[in-house]
């Protein structure tokens, strides 16, 4: 998917055979959405749709099911997500890496007494049932070495997006432009790093985080300009 993917395991059971076969099962499952999803690859199933040489029709029930999934962001978002780009080409990457990030997640759950955080990018998932958390730093988006803020996870996701680390390449699905904001980046906190991703690319394409707000058990964090942070009421002190 062009981006880093790290696990850290912890717990009785993290050097185990059990926990190993699960970590190389979430890199085989993620590679294997890489090659389906992957707009960069000519021969994955989203490039052979934009080019014409498959009909929906064709496609596979997975990526059939991304794209429902895609429309249900859109509607959640009140558009400010959108998988149909100003060309009008489909690029579902927007979600796809939050929802393959937790789809392979599940693979971790399956092993007894692990506590583990597994960070896409950037964007992690979390499960301690242990009953300690892991603390997930906020990046500095003027500082790739330093931190904003941190929170503490017991279990769920942590998503955020912005201009850091890929530059200006948001667009206001509203008027098919660039998007541009105050803000550095955004993070979103809660149950699902698929939808926490996709309220975090909505929020920083509104320039708001009205959307999170509006979103139940999920809240959300702004970084401006001069680095001063803006929260929304739920958000971890």
Same mark, same amino acid.
């Given at each position: 998917?062009?981006?880093?993917?790290?696990?850290?395991?912890?717990?009785?059971t993290? %050097?185990?055979a059990?926990?190993?076969?699960?970590?190389?099962?979430?890199?085989?499952?993620?590679?294997?959405?890489?090659?389906?999803?992957?707009?960069y690859?000519?021969?994955?199933?989203?490039s052979?749709? %934009?080019? !014409?040489?498959?009909?929906?029709s064709?496609?596979?029930?997975?990526?059939?099911?991304?794209?429902?999934?895609?429309?249900?962001a859109?509607?959640?978002? !009140? !558009?400010?997500?959108?998988?149909?780009?100003?060309?009008?080409?489909?690029?579902?990457? %927007?979600?796809?890496?939050?929802?393959?990030?937790?789809?392979?997640?599940?693979?971790?759950?399956?092993?007894?007494?692990?506590?583990?955080c597994?960070?896409?990018?950037?964007?992690?998932?979390?499960?301690?049932?242990?009953?300690?958390?892991?603390?997930?730093?906020?990046?500095?988006?003027?500082?790739?070495?330093?931190?904003?803020?941190?929170?503490?996870?017991?279990?769920?996701?942590?998503?955020?997006?912005?201009?850091?680390a890929r530059?200006?390449?948001?667009?206001?699905?509203r008027?098919g432009?660039?998007?541009?904001?105050?803000w550095?980046?955004?993070?979103?906190? !809660?149950?699902s790093?698929?939808?926490?991703?996709?309220?975090a690319?909505?929020?920083?394409?509104?320039?708001?985080?009205?959307?999170?707000?509006?979103?139940?058990?999920?809240?959300?964090?702004?970084?401006?300009?001069?680095?001063?942070?803006?929260?929304?009421?739920g958000?971890?002190r």
């Amino acid at each position: 998917m062009g981006l880093p993917v790290s696990v850290l395991a912890r717990g009785v059971t993290a %050097g185990s055979a059990a926990a190993d076969d699960a970590v190389h099962a979430v890199y085989a499952e993620l590679r294997e959405v890489d090659r389906v999803f992957s707009p960069y690859r000519d021969d994955s199933e989203v490039s052979r749709l %934009g080019r !014409g040489e498959l009909a929906w029709s064709e496609a596979t029930p997975l990526v059939r099911e991304v794209a429902t999934r895609c429309l249900r962001a859109a509607e959640l978002t !009140g !558009g400010l997500f959108d998988a149909t780009r100003p060309d009008g080409t489909w690029d579902p990457s %927007g979600l796809v890496k939050g929802w393959a990030t937790e789809r392979a997640a599940r693979l971790l759950s399956a092993v007894g007494d692990l506590d583990w955080c597994l960070n896409a990018g950037g964007d992690v998932v979390v499960s301690c049932p242990s009953g300690e958390p892991f603390v997930v730093g906020i990046q500095d988006p003027l500082d790739p070495a330093g931190l904003s803020t941190s929170v503490r996870c017991l279990s769920g996701a942590v998503a955020t997006s912005g201009t850091a680390a890929r530059g200006a390449h948001l667009y206001d699905p509203r008027t098919g432009r660039p998007t541009a904001s105050d803000w550095l980046s955004v993070s979103v906190i !809660g149950p699902s790093l698929e939808t926490a991703d996709v309220l975090a690319t909505a929020a920083f394409v509104a320039g708001s985080l009205e959307v999170v707000e509006h979103t139940d058990r999920y809240h959300g964090l702004a970084v401006a300009a001069d680095s001063s942070l803006l929260t929304t009421e739920g958000w971890p002190r």
